[in-house]
């Protein structure tokens, strides 16, 4: 059973561009949670996702973020005119449909740098 | 917002020394939760305690719970040079339990010698 898998693992884009970050959660996973994690600090929560609905997204930037988890495919994580305190880690952790989801299973990451 | 604070922030010991880290927390909480960073990697799950316990072991780990004083330890024995991580203390706050978000300290810094 494939663990959750996230990419790119390393992303630089340019002042002013798009940054599209993938997730795929673990099989039979259905629920998807973004954290992002700024040098030598803990994570922060971005937004919670289960299949085509935002639950939770409470931690995310007002601008320019946006988080989708479509019905077929990865969840994706869209930056728009990243600036260069968007470079973080950004990490993926999911969790099953049923019971609790207290337990998080978490990716690799996706390293964004801005430069 | 919550914040877990861990402490100390940076812990060097030596093989086979055992390590204790502290982590404080804010707010009521459904459950607390330890994690395990290797450098650039992602989170490794170790040990979920709930509110309602007070002490929980894994292995080499034992992970305590006082929720009067909203505080946590994580106790690694004998420890290993592969021990060498970052290690993060992270709450469910009550109100948050149908979510499941995590809240995150800062994390403890752990280098073991061999």
């Known amino acids: 059973n494939a663990g959750v898998m996230q990419n790119p693992r390393h992303l630089v884009r340019r002042r002013g561009q798009e940054a599209r970050l993938r997730c795929s959660p673990m099989?039979?996973?259905?629920?998807v949670y973004w954290y992002r994690q700024l040098p030598e600090e803990g994570l922060k929560f971005m937004v919670y996702l289960q299949k085509e609905n935002i639950i939770d997204e409470s931690g995310m930037p007002k601008e320019r973020f946006s988080a989708e988890f479509p019905k077929e495919g990865p969840s994706i994580l869209r930056i728009q005119q990243v600036v260069r305190g968007d470079s973080a880690a950004y990490f993926c952790a999911s969790s099953p449909p049923s019971g609790s989801s207290y337990e998080q299973y978490f990716g690799p990451g996706t390293r964004l740098t801005v430069t | 917002s919550q914040q877990g604070e861990e402490d100390p922030q940076a812990l060097s010991i030596q093989e086979g020394e055992n390590a204790t880290m502290n982590c404080s927390y804010k707010t009521s909480i459904n459950n607390l939760q330890w994690y395990r960073q290797n450098s650039g990697r992602g989170l490794v799950h170790l040990i979920l305690i709930r509110s309602n316990e007070r002490e929980k072991h894994s292995g080499r780990l034992r992970v305590t719970l006082d929720t009067s004083k909203k505080s946590s330890s994580l106790l690694i024995t004998a420890s290993r040079a592969a021990d060498t991580a970052s290690y993060f203390c992270a709450t469910v706050p009550i109100g948050s339990s149908n979510t499941g978000k995590l809240i995150f300290g800062q994390g403890t810094t752990l280098q073991v010698k061999p």
């Open positions: 099989k039979g996973h259905s629920h």
